[in-house]
């Protein structure tokens, strides 16, 4: 495996060995030894999987509080747009995105710490995407920004009138109007 840091502390793209043959192709996603040797020692607690349509955007999402989440994302059908927002408040990145397409062939993974929003907008349909989490699911942990807050800069691929957007993340406040718990 080979763990690419990125412009923004914390976060990593991890490239895995594909190894192809006439039947397909294997590749390992998680090697415990790999990852505590490129410093992400976590304890992933649940496993979680999503299964979208093109242009679902699900997302600017964090979980904060005692349960508190860092995500090992990827995809396993399909294609996404993965985005991220730091809004680790003492972060000279703050409120910055980084994006990355990540798609079932490659099998890269991005590994996403604590104190950062996530979103993805599915680039296919089918697209399955995979979240192995360090904290379980607690409601009252959730933070979320709007998708589409400009001061984000995040620059999604399709128009406005091709996303499928939930009531729920429609809702959501820009990051002006939150006060970050991390």
Same mark, same amino acid.
């Given at each position: 495996?080979?763990?690419?840091?990125?412009?923004?502390?914390?976060?990593?793209?991890?490239?895995?060995?594909?190894?192809?043959?006439?039947?397909?192709? =294997?590749?390992? &996603?998680y090697?415990?030894?790999?990852? /505590? +040797?490129n410093?992400?020692?976590?304890? !992933?607690?649940?496993d979680? %999987?999503?299964?979208?349509?093109?242009?679902?955007l699900?997302?600017?999402?964090?979980?904060a509080?005692?349960?508190a989440?860092?995500?090992?994302?990827?995809?396993l059908?399909?294609?996404?747009?993965?985005?991220?927002?730091?809004?680790?408040?003492?972060?000279?990145t703050?409120?910055?995105? =980084?994006?990355? &397409?990540?798609?079932?062939?490659?099998? /890269? +993974?991005?590994?996403i710490?604590p104190? !950062?929003l996530?979103g993805? %907008?599915?680039?296919?349909?089918h697209?399955?995407?995979?979240?192995?989490?360090?904290?379980?699911y607690?409601?009252?942990?959730?933070v979320?920004?709007?998708?589409?807050?400009?001061?984000?800069?995040?620059?999604w691929?399709m128009?406005v009138?091709?996303?499928?957007?939930?009531?729920?993340?429609?809702q959501l406040?820009?990051?002006?109007?939150i006060?970050?718990?991390?």
């Amino acid at each position: 495996m080979i763990f690419k840091p990125t412009p923004i502390r914390g976060l990593v793209v991890i490239e895995p060995q594909i190894w192809p043959d006439d039947r397909g192709f =294997f590749v390992e &996603t998680y090697n415990e030894k790999a990852f /505590h +040797a490129n410093g992400i020692r976590e304890t !992933f607690v649940q496993d979680n %999987l999503s299964y979208s349509y093109r242009g679902v955007l699900r997302g600017m999402h964090a979980q904060a509080g005692a349960q508190a989440q860092g995500k090992l994302v990827r995809v396993l059908r399909g294609s996404v747009l993965d985005v991220v927002v730091d809004i680790r408040k003492q972060s000279e990145t703050y409120g910055k995105s =980084f994006s990355i &397409t990540l798609d079932a062939g490659q099998a /890269h +993974a991005l590994w996403i710490p604590p104190g !950062f929003l996530h979103g993805f %907008l599915a680039l296919e349909d089918h697209s399955v995407f995979a979240y192995k989490v360090t904290g379980f699911y607690d409601k009252d942990g959730e933070v979320g920004v709007r998708w589409d807050d400009p001061d984000l800069h995040i620059d999604w691929p399709m128009a406005v009138d091709q996303l499928i957007v939930s009531e729920k993340d429609k809702q959501l406040p820009l990051l002006k109007e939150i006060t970050s718990p991390f």
